[in-house]
């Protein structure tokens, strides 16, 4: 079964000329099958946490391990944690001018699973990942993200999500910026990766809002670039209701 | 993307946000305003290289020019010397090709020399190449002109004539190492439909300039698919004029522009006669240190050419730092009589975050760099339509983004 271990992970950023450290020893152990809530105010390293596994040059790992099955996921590229079976699926998807959906897809496709698609199934396969997702298929031959209103960027991050099958997959903050259908029609994108059993899902949100359609099984509330409470769905429940204030004025600033 | 995108039904130019480091984008529309496109130019257009004084780098069309790499084409000091290019012109049947003397009455018709070195090149070619297609005459093969450097210096004036109702495509293939300045006129008669490649895959030390003339007859169809990549300066003047109305002119242009190269277009579409047509698409990809790409749009809408339509865009897609792009979008209107006549001119970077998208996706670099390029110039490509100038593109692309990777 596939694990995902984050040891103690310390992660700095480079801003205004001064480096400034934003994950302060995180422990997390995330497998396959398990959905995880982290759930955080502005601020406290929740995207930093997301885009650190998934390798963003802009951080810099300063202590502590992450290991997918053993293997150490801070030696391995971009691209090679991708493969290895970790996604990213990003709050702000960035544009590709000149590279068409459809090509875009199937270059993905065809790296991660070591061989490129069957063309007939394949087409198959993304046009009705594409129908369940409320996507019109004119959209596959779009450029990458260009253009995408909010909606359709979370969209298309959903269908990589759905046609990639990852071992692990971190959303960050999927659930922002989405109206109430939209918010209904990715998160069962995400249950269909879930039900089938083989993905271990990091939800980072802001909101309580996205945890009624995706059920966690473990709840974290992330504070001060570290998780600072874990606990069941109970636990968002009491943050639905008492916010995060109890754990930004417990000295874990921002 | 920095972008500059104009139309006069705005009333003004607009730009957007500040362009990236290493590149400029500007742009300009002058409504009924003095001719800027004339103005700009140092001296009028003249057949005598005598009517151009030596550029010193400062004039306006010289100034994105490194002079000092023109090896004496712009001052006099470059000779010929018998061995610059062979010139092999492979026709099918109904097809004329000759060579002629200085005097014949074909050369020099679809326009004027518009600066020093076109003007030398006029002034010191010694045979000029007419080739010919006769009135109705439909050609199912292109006509190819291979133009090899044979490492020498060279002055060449080429014409391609279509008579009416004509159709032809024809290829001229730059390759090897000279130093080169040669105009082509391209000469359409009424209803006659041209395309021409010219492709400037020279090797690392070559230098070539030309100015190309179209002159484009009542209800032609004139496309120009310009493909630059080799070379240490390339200049070139792609320019139409009409002769008469219902005419339209496509000006499609790609460039890879690598270390140290340096390559200019300089396009002028002279919206002389009613109701014609012109659209301009130039794309360059840029990678290493002092790769400078220059792209010079010029568009002149005539007082009397109510009914005009046209459109210029120019696209850079930098992909390493260290590289320069200059892209200069000018569209002059002397009336408001005219269908629609707009300018946009963009300047991206290959940038960190398309390449951390891509790789998070499981795509690694080299193959990240090769989806962006190749998207990018697909649209061009396809344009072409000689297949086997397609694919030695596309397989000279792939050669230039393995240079970028290694």
Known sequence: ?254 | MAEAQNSPTLGSARAGGPPPVGSTTTGSIAVAAESTVATRMSAPPSFDVTDFPVPHGREEEWRFTPLERLRGLHDGTAVANGDGVKVTVEAPEGVTVETVGRDDARLGKAGAPVDRVAAQAYSAFEKASVVTVPKETVLTEPIRIAVQGQGGTAYGHQVIELGAFAEAVVVIDHTGDAVLAANVDYLLGDGAKLTVVSVQDWDDKAVHAAQHNALVGRDASFKSVVVTFGGDVVRLHPRVTYAGTGAEAELFGLYFTDKGQHQEHRLFVDHNTPHCKSNVVYKGALQGDDAHAVWIGDVLIEAKAEGTDTYEMNRNLVLTDGARVDSVPNLEIETGEIVGAGHASATGRFDDEQLFYLMARGIPEHEARRLVVRGFFAELVQQIGVADIEERLIAKIEEELEASVA
């Not at chain 1, 694990?3 to 992660?11: A, K, P, S, Y």
């Not at chain 1, 997918?68 to 970790?86: F, K, Q, T």
């Not at chain 1, 702000?92 to 459809?102: A, D, F, K, L, N």
């Not at chain 1, 009624?212 to 099984?217: E, F, G, L, N, S």
């Open chain 1, 1 to 254: 079964m596939a694990t995902l271990e984050i040891r103690d992970l310390h992660v700095t950023v480079e801003a205004d000329n001064a480096t400034k450290e934003i994950l302060k020893g995180v422990d997390l152990t995330v497998k396959q099958g398990e959905t995880h809530a982290i759930m955080g105010p502005n601020g406290s390293g929740k995207s930093t946490l997301a885009y650190s596994l998934a390798g963003h040059p802009k951080y810099t790992i300063t202590g502590g391990t992450v290991t997918l099955d053993g293997e150490d996921v801070l030696e391995m590229s971009v691209d090679e944690r991708a493969r290895a079976g970790l996604f990213l699926a990003m709050q702000y998807p960035v544009e590709v001018p000149g590279v068409s959906v459809s090509n875009f897809l199937r270059t993905s496709a065809t790296a991660i699973r070591g061989e490129a698609p069957k063309l007939r199934t394949w087409v198959k396969e993304v046009k009705e990942t594409m129908e369940r997702l409320h996507m019109d298929p004119s959209f596959a031959e779009r450029n990458v993200n260009e253009g995408f209103s909010g909606g359709e960027k979370k969209r298309h991050e959903i269908l990589q999500l759905e046609l990639l099958k990852p071992k692990i997959a971190i959303l960050d903050e999927t659930d922002s910026g989405l109206d109430v259908d939209a918010l209904r029609i990715v998160s069962e994108g995400v249950n269909r990766v879930r039900e089938s059993g083989e993905v271990g899902t990091m939800l980072i949100t802001h909101y309580t809002r996205i945890l009624r359609y995706i059920k966690p099984d473990h709840v974290h509330v992330f504070a001060g670039g570290r998780i600072v409470e874990s606990g069941g769905p109970e636990l968002a429940d009491k943050l639905e209701n008492e916010g995060y204030e109890a754990y930004v004025k417990g000295g874990a600033s921002a």
